[in-house]
Structure formats: structure tokens, C-alpha cells
């Protein structure tokens, strides 16, 4: 390789060329020439050179010891809190298109937009040379992964989150198969954070299966492995390969009381609508809680957690509402804490359940020094609360007492027999309803809308079409996506059960109906239907849970009482909701090329089977009993 060996020394250089893949080391020359780091250091899978990246991170400060043994914390500048969608985009070939919801760029523009970016972004720095693998190493899901980034934190995290994959590249025989991905924290303030927000850039180049992302820190924008190589796994999947799936779900095993069994479900929300605490849920044992890798092996559907570690939102965790992930939070691990409050070596948030204090370090100090309570944003006179909403915590799974390391690190992937689609709604959806078919359940995840939170930049509580929970990661034309799932129920020789959820539902007085332990009932229902436990009701929507069944789980789970009225509020189906629910959809599906008519008789038989219930019930609200013994 042709680099200066000041830059790159030997040793460095031996354990590249022992990779021996033209590929890598042409990307590796490119972009060191390019952005000029003014060192370069190769990390293989041996634990020596990941505790040198443990180090590096506090060293430079991007990371700061807390009073608990292996808890560190890190902060993003204040305007790099969550995904960046606006400058988020897939670059593509002049004149093609991906349909309206899509971000998208001219290749060649955008190319020469970022690299005028990443020249000399790295000047002063350390550029770290990763390898990984998304899935379990040596498996038929699985992707080997090269990143290069400026930012131990990264890479950090990367250790947290995603298997090591050195030797993986070893095994790849010098094969030009592998996702790339450059990033570049760019100059960073006197705090360590991203000078230059105003140029940050995310941009998805599908034609090499890279990502190159610079001027950004928050995790959701820099980490390659996470959603910006779901974006290339979702495009590998649909334009590539039949039989692959690459799916922003959770995995988990749902166990029921006092019966010998458990089976696994998996589950796409969109961010900050209760993914990673309905994969959390006491009693049931997580595999992820955020990427699925998906494939269909004789007829059977399988699944892997492409990651090994959570990064979850800590906003509301506490010990009732999070028991288990409260009592991991709380003890002496390897946990990257991010954008909370610091006092006196220790991490608070919102919502924690404790007394927290008034005054310290939090994510709006970078720019406004120390925060106290009542502190103001002198720009906009908002308040500046004590943690971000979408302050997270980084963890391996290993760490995390009911996770189930057998199917994680299981090459051949688990057997599944459900899927679930939650959004966040207010006024429409029941908290759980199963589909009436495969196709049926695909249009329950085409149709997903849901408020917006914090999880990303932009204004809150605004309605949002998120087919899939996918949206924000979809690099295909919609209606690709949606048939390369309508495909996935005719590969299947027994296809998973498909439930809708929204655990968000509230009253006329603004009040949720759930609290936030009360998914596990639906959960336990949606299993109990799989085994043939349950009869349910068969409405316009699909099969809604008896009273009876509800109210028996509620009384053996949590020793209390479902009541007939809240069911009767909570499963009524509002017709006139669910049709401007219907028309809202029908809308952000048009104009999009190549839907597939599957798509358009689900939701024509859905609009027919409300209207005929309402001319036969002669009611706006259907009630659960209407249906009874039908
Ligand atoms: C999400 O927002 O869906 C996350 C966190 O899982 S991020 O890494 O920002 O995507
Ligand atoms: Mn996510």
C-alpha cells in the first residue's frame, strides 16, 4: 500500500496485508490519503487491541470515567441528538428515483459533495481501521463489515454493539463481498464535539455498498453497522437476494406462565415507540432489540440479531417500568452512557424514579457550560431539561440478565412464528390484532403510523407514515419492499402470525388507557393464539382478543383487574378513525411505482369490510360484543 509509513507503521501495515483482500486495502489508501489522519491503527479481534480502543476513547476525551466501575460518558454536541434525515441521503444515478418518501441525491454530486468534506477531516486524528461482521461470524446471514472512523467512541461502541470480524475477513479469501462504511467526526469544539453540524452528511452510495457519513457523532448518524448498513442490507435483500430480509425488529422470546414452551417473536417499531422494552419484558428473553437479519430455510423463517449489544433510549427507565434494564444500568458493566445528566460521577435522567440533583454536566453543556434546573436556551427560551429524550445507553447482551445467548449466537438463526407492527396512535389502533392472512399482515406493516418523538430531529406529536417501522432505512422503491414481503409468505411452508400493536392508546381525557408493564398481556395473548389457546373475535380489522382471555391474563399476571368497560374502550374499532386512517395511507401510497395489487385489495377489502359493518351495525363504533360468537 502506498501510504506514508509515518502514518501507517509496519506493524499496522503487516496486519492489514494478513487480511490479504485487494479491496479493503485500495478503500483503506483512498480515504487515508484523502482524509489525512495523522496516524493509522489496524484493530484485530484480540481483546489487547479492543481495550486499546476502550482507552483511546477516554484518552481523548470523547468518553469520561463515572464513579461505577466500566461506566463511561459521552456527549454529542447539542444539535447532533438523533438521526439526521435531512441530511441523510441515498445517492443515485441521474434520473432515477425511489419514490417520493426517499431522500435522495445525484451520485455524482453528492460524491463530490462529501469528499470535498472528508479532505483532511481527519488532519490531527487517529483513523481507525475496524473489521466486523453483522450476524453471527461464519453464517449464511451474516455480512462482513469494514469501517473506518476517526472516533474511538465509534468504534467503542461498535465493540458494545457488533461482533468482532477480523479473522472473519480472513475467511472471506480475498472476496470483494463486504459493506463499507467511512466516517468522519470532523474538527471537533475544545468539548469534543462536532464543530461543523452544518455540514454533516450521511450520504447512501448503493452501487459500492458504503456509506460514508462525516461531521457527525450522535450514534444513529456515525455507527456504520447500525442504520446505515441496515440501509445497504435492505437494498442487498430486495433487489438482490430472494430469500433475504433485512428488517429494523426486535427478537425475542415470549414465555407463558406455567407452561413449557417459549416462542419467538419478532417486532418492527419505530424509534421510541416501546421496541427495546417489549423485547425486555420480565419473564420473556431477548435476543435484540433492533436489527433482524431474515431468511427462509426449508420453508421454515429464521432469524438472526445482526448486533450484540442494545443502544437504548434511558428516558423512563426506572425500576418499575424497566426492571431488568434498571438493574443492569445500575451495576459495574461495560455501559456507555450518552446526552444524560453528570453529578458527581454518577448518570441521571428523566424519569429514573429517584431524586435527581439540580445542577452538572449534561448534553446542553458543550455549548452552555454547566446546566442547572430552570436553565433556559438563551436562543429560543426553551427549557433545557435535565437529560435528551433521546439520551441512550450502551450495552453488550451478554451483560443483561435475560438475554438468550444460545439463539444469539446461533449461526444457523432462530425459528419465528410471529411478527409484530407497533406504532404510536393516540386515537385509532387497539393495543393488539391479529391479521387475517400473510397479506393481510403485510398491510398492517405497510399502513404503520406513528407519532413522532424525540428519536429524531424535527417537531414531536406529528401523525407520520412509517411503513414497516422501516421507512427511515428503505433504499428501494416502496413497492419493491412491499412485494419482497408479500414474497416472503409465499416461501414459507408455515408462515408466522402477523399482530398489530399500540400500546399508546388514551382517553377522551388525554390519559393512556396501558401502562407501560401491560404489553406483556398482549404479548402473552398474541402467543397463546399461535398455540391455539384462544378463540378471538373476527372484525374489520382482523381477529380481536375476547374479554375473557384479557381479563384472565391481566388477573394471573399481575394479580388485577381488567375491567369490561376499558376493553369496550380499548378494542371499540372507530370506523370513521380507521377510514381517515385508510385515506391517509391510500395518499402516501400514490404515485408510488411498481405497488403491488396485493397491496390495493387488502386495503380495498379492509375500507369494504368497515363500511359493511357500519351499515349492518348502523354505528360509528363497533363494539367487541358485536362480534361475539361470530
Ligand atoms: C432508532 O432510532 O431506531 C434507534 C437508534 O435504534 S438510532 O441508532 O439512532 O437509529
Ligand atoms: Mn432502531
Excluded at 501495515?13 to 479491496?23: H, L, S, T
Aim: proline share 4%.
Amino acid at each position: 500500500m502506498d501510504l506514508d509509513p509515518k502514518i501507517l507503521d509496519e506493524e499496522n501495515r503487516v496486519k492489514i496485508e494478513a487480511i490479504n483482500n485487494p479491496k479493503a486495502e485500495k478503500i483503506i489508501e483512498e480515504f487515508v490519503k484523502l482524509c489525512k489522519p495523522s496516524k493509522v491503527t489496524v484493530i484485530t479481534d484480540s481483546t489487547e487491541d479492543i481495550d486499546y480502543i476502550r482507552n483511546l476513547a477516554l484518552l481523548n476525551k470523547e468518553e469520561a470515567k463515572l464513579e461505577m466501575e466500566g461506566h463511561t460518558i459521552h456527549f454529542d454536541g447539542y444539535f447532533d441528538q438523533a438521526r439526521d434525515k435531512e441530511n441523510t441521503c441515498v445517492l443515485l444515478p441521474k434520473g432515477k428515483t425511489l419514490g417520493k418518501h426517499i431522500n435522495q441525491k445525484e451520485r455524482e454530486e453528492g460524491l463530490e459533495d462529501i469528499m470535498g468534506i472528508f479532505d483532511g477531516s481527519m488532519k490531527g486524528k487517529e483513523c481507525l481501521i475496524r473489521f466486523y461482521c453483522l450476524g453471527p461470524t461464519n453464517s449464511l446471514f451474516s455480512i462482513p463489515a469494514l469501517q473506518l472512523t476517526d472516533s474511538a467512541y465509534v468504534a467503542h461502541s461498535e465493540d458494545l454493539l457488533y461482533r468482532s470480524g477480523y479473522e472473519e475477513f480472513k475467511r472471506l479469501k480475498g472476496s470483494p463481498d463486504f459493506f463499507y462504511f467511512i466516517h468522519s467526526a470532523g474538527e471537533l469544539t475544545d468539548k469534543q464535539v462536532t464543530k461543523n453540524v452544518k455540514d454533516r452528511r450521511i450520504y447512501i452510495d448503493l452501487e459500492e455498498d458504503r456509506v460514508l457519513s462525516v461531521n457527525n457523532q450522535y450514534a444513529g448518524n456515525s455507527i456504520g453497522l447500525k442504520k446505515l448498513a441496515l440501509r445497504l442490507a435492505v437494498n442487498k435483500a430486495v433487489e438482490r437476494d430472494r430469500d433475504f430480509w433485512a428488517e429494523h425488529m426486535y427478537i425475542a422470546a415470549t414465555i407463558p406462565l406455567k407452561r413449557d414452551r417459549k416462542t419467538y417473536f419478532l417486532g418492527a417499531f419505530p424509534s421510541a415507540c416501546g421496541k427495546t422494552s417489549t423485547a425486555m419484558i420480565p419473564g420473556n428473553q431477548i435476543v435484540g432489540d433492533d436489527i433482524a437479519y431474515l431468511r427462509i430455510i426449508d420453508g421454515i423463517p429464521k432469524a438472526v440479531n445482526i448486533e450484540v449489544g442494545i443502544f437504548g433510549i434511558i428516558q423512563d427507565v426506572n425500576a418499575i417500568d424497566d426492571p431488568l434494564i434498571y438493574k443492569t444500568l445500575n451495576e459495574p458493566m461495560e455501559i456507555i452512557f450518552s446526552n444524560v445528566l453528570i453529578h458527581e460521577g454518577k448518570p441521571y435522567w428523566l424519569g429514573m424514579g429517584i431524586d435527581t440533583p439540580n445542577h452538572g454536566v449534561n448534553w446542553t453543556s458543550s455549548i452552555y457550560g454547566e446546566w442547572h434546573e430552570g436553565k433556559t436556551d438563551p436562543k429560543t427560551g426553551k427549557e433545557l431539561l435535565l437529560s435528551h429524550g433521546n439520551a441512550r445507553f450502551t450495552v453488550h447482551l451478554r451483560d443483561i440478565e435475560n438475554t438468550d445467548m444460545e439463539a444469539l449466537e446461533d449461526p444457523i438463526g432462530l425459528e419465528f412464528h410471529a411478527i409484530l407492527y407497533g406504532g404510536r396512535d393516540s386515537d385509532t389502533s387497539v393495543p393488539i390484532v391479529e391479521a387475517l392472512s400473510w397479506n393481510h399482515g403485510v398491510f398492517i406493516g405497510a399502513t404503520l403510523e406513528s407519532e413522532t418523538t424525540f428519536a429524531t430531529l424535527g417537531a414531536e406529536g406529528v401523525r407520520k407514515f412509517n411503513p414497516f417501522a422501516n421507512l427511515d432505512f428503505i433504499v428501494v422503491p416502496l413497492g419493491n419492499y412491499i412485494k419482497h414481503h408479500i414474497d416472503f409468505g409465499i416461501q414459507c411452508s408455515r408462515v408466522p402470525k402477523v399482530f398489530g400493536t399500540n400500546y399508546f392508546l388514551k382517553n377522551s381525557a388525554g390519559k393512556y388507557y396501558d401502562d407501560k408493564v401491560d404489553k406483556k398481556i398482549w404479548l402473552l395473548w398474541a402467543e397463546g393464539r399461535i398455540h391455539g389457546d384462544f378463540d378471538a373475535y373476527m372484525t374489520p380489522i382482523g381477529y380481536i382478543p375476547r374479554y375473557e382471555d384479557i381479563k384472565d391474563l391481566f388477573k394471573h399476571v399481575f394479580q388485577s383487574d381488567y375491567t369490561k368497560i376499558r376493553y369496550e374502550n380499548e378494542f371499540a374499532i372507530r370506523i370513521e378513525k380507521y377510514l381517515a386512517k385508510m385515506d391517509r395511507v391510500e395518499e402516501a401510497y400514490t404515485g408510488e411505482a411498481s405497488m403491488p395489487q396485493e397491496f390495493f385489495n387488502e386495503l380495498n377489502n379492509q375500507k369494504k369490510r368497515l363500511l359493511e359493518a357500519k351499515a349492518k351495525f348502523g354505528a360509528n363504533v363497533l363494539l367487541p360484543s358485536f362480534f361475539e360468537g361470530k
